[in-house]
């Protein structure tokens, strides 16, 4: 009976593993509701070279200070937003001084979100030494958002419309010497 329990729990695990972490707030202001002219916005958040504590936590994106998405490393996601300017928010965990004690951080970046253009802006961190990591917004264009989330897990609606096609198989890297 404990060993049916310890399997069933660990195939829940294993789903939401693969379900993802990132959560949309489809209530947020922002998010065009049915058809009609919206800005097609991608949130891509690249795997780090190596394990970083708390920065590799789930960030907080938020538009014009209102919650919109939690992103974790090594995903992307699809947001359809309603055309404008706009603050755009991530807040994070850092570890910071010399003390190594835990620390918000946030920066915030305006963005002009034309109707029918779609977007990719890429969450790097950025090491700001003792004063802790933080992450930035950075707008890419298409080929760059392709390659960086060559090896990501597309989250959300980004599912439905993903940066790599079905035919293209982007998990595997392409190894000449082999």
Do not use: W
Not at 3 to 26: E, H, K, N, P
Not at 59 to 71: A, D, M, S, Y
Not at 102 to 120: L, P
Not at 161 to 174: D, I, K, M, Q, T
Request: proline share 6%.
């Amino acid at each position: 009976m404990m060993i049916r329990m310890g399997v069933a729990a660990l195939l829940l695990l294993q789903v939401l593993a693969l379900a993802g972490c990132t959560s949309i707030d489809s209530r947020h202001s922002l998010i065009q509701k049915g058809s009609g002219n919206y800005a097609a916005v991608y949130f891509i958040r690249p795997d780090t070279e190596r394990y970083m504590g708390a920065t590799d936590n789930r960030i907080t994106i938020e538009l014009n200070r209102e919650e919109l998405l939690k992103l974790v490393k090594s995903e992307y996601t699809l947001v359809h937003l309603k055309p404008g300017e706009v603050d755009l928010t991530i807040k994070s965990l850092t570890i910071a001084g010399p003390f190594r004690q835990f620390k918000d951080m946030e920066r915030t970046k305006r963005f002009d979100f034309r109707a029918g253009a779609t977007y990719y802006i890429s969450i790097e961190p950025v090491d700001g030494e003792f004063r802790g990591t933080y992450f930035q917004p950075h707008l890419v264009g298409l080929a760059a958002a392709k390659e960086m989330s060559r090896f990501l897990r597309a989250t959300g609606p980004a599912r439905q419309a993903p940066l790599h096609p079905a035919g293209e198989n982007p998990r595997v890297p392409f190894l000449p010497f082999i």
